[in-house]
């Protein structure tokens, strides 16, 4: 057998130019194999070597490598929100976030959860009818009159791009408004949206409350599930009859925008879910959600933040490391 001498390396800081991501691995074979892994990430502005042992390596490693590289990580972001998150839709890798398990109220954001609940309870071709109780709901723009009459699909359509309220309750009115919030809450919990509570379809109520990380799984549930969700987003206009519903959102013709649900009250202030497609590689875009939650500015907050990862970061596949508090060793 052979030994390879390996010196105990101590903490070294080593001053580089920000961006770069090294991972060294050195085993040591000694009747059987042993692991040494020295891991690098950033301090600040130093590059910083730290020593991981044997069976802390590989799960520590695989936490730790991250398929994205950020090119001007000292760089701040003026945001406005409370919270905000931008995850990889597909291999779920955050990005960058702040406050992203902190609670708040969540306005309009809440209709993603009514479309949800409509389209795995209701058959979507059946026919509902306006109630007065919903044509009174605030916000209503006198579209949907008492005693309407539309097929529960078509529903989405006013829900989704005008966020209207009255349509979140005919939705939920249709099979029965209490059972309708229970499904909601009980959807969220399925969905592991454990900080997640509904008290209205619509989002008017401010007990209307989720985080950043539980909006992020009910983002990719429906577009790995209901697509078509965030299709009827995009569209500018829809006619159906003699009604037409307009997309309020003002983020419809942003660069890399494929679609979303924004939302207001004063309690929550503007808040907002949306899919991005930017091209952070010279072969290939990446989908990523963006979660705002008590924006001052959500249109600024969204170009600010949208901006910076299209500029500033790279995807490379496994090459880097971002540093976690979780995972540096005590040194």
């Keep these: 057998m052979f030994k390879v001498p390996i010196k105990k390396q101590k903490k070294r800081q080593i001053f580089l130019p920000i961006g ?3 991972a060294m691995t050195v085993v ?12 690098y990430s950033f301090l600040g502005d130093k590059f910083v070597a730290y020593e991981i042992r044997e069976e802390q390596a590989n799960k520590k490693i695989e936490e730790n490598i991250s398929n994205y590289v950020f090119n001007n990580s000292s760089r701040k972001v003026p945001v406005t929100a409370g919270s905000y998150l931008i995850s990889d839709l597909n291999t779920e890798e955050k990005l960058i976030g702040q406050n992203e398990n902190k609670v708040y109220p969540i306005a309009s954001v809440s209709k993603l959860m009514t479309a949800l609940i409509s389209l795995e309870n209701y058959n979507q071709e059946a026919t509902a009818t306006v109630s007065r109780f919903a044509a009174k709901t605030y916000g209503n723009k006198n579209k949907l009159k ?24 005919v939705i939920a009115e249709f099979g029965g408004r209490d059972i309708f919030l229970q499904k909601m809450n009980d959807r969220a919990k399925s969905l592991g949206m454990l ?19 539980d909006l992020l799984k009910l983002v990719n549930y429906l577009y790995q599930n209901k697509k078509f969700v965030f299709d009827i987003t995009k569209e500018k206009k829809h006619k159906i009859g003699r009604l037409t519903w307009n997309n309020v959102n003002n983020l419809i013709g942003m660069n890399y925008y494929v679609g979303g ?26 989908l990523v ?18 901006n910076y990862i299209a500029n500033y970061v790279t995807y490379g596949g496994k090459n880097g490391f971002v540093p976690s508090e979780l995972s540096l060793p005590k040194t």
Excluded at 146 to 169: F, I
Excluded at 200 to 210: E, K, R
Aim: aromatic share 8%; proline share 4%; hydrophobic share 40%.
């Design 289 to 306: 959600a963006l979660v705002l939650l008590s924006s001052g500015d959500r249109k600024k907050d969204t170009k600010s933040l949208i």
């Design 28 to 39: 040591v074979s000694a009747g059987l194999f042993a692991w040494r892994v020295f891991y």
């Design 146 to 169: 008492v005693g309407t009459n539309m097929r529960v699909g078509d529903l989405l359509y006013p829900l989704l791009l005008e966020s209207s309220n009255a349509s979140a309750e």
């Design 261 to 286: 649900k924004n939302g207001y009250t004063d309690e929550a202030n503007r808040t907002l879910v949306s899919l991005f497609d930017i091209p952070l590689s010279k072969t290939q875009n990446r």
């Design 195 to 213: 900080d997640t509570h509904f008290d209205d379809p619509s989002g008017l109520s401010p007990g209307n409350v989720s985080k950043a990380t």
């Design 20 to 22: 770069i991501f090294l």
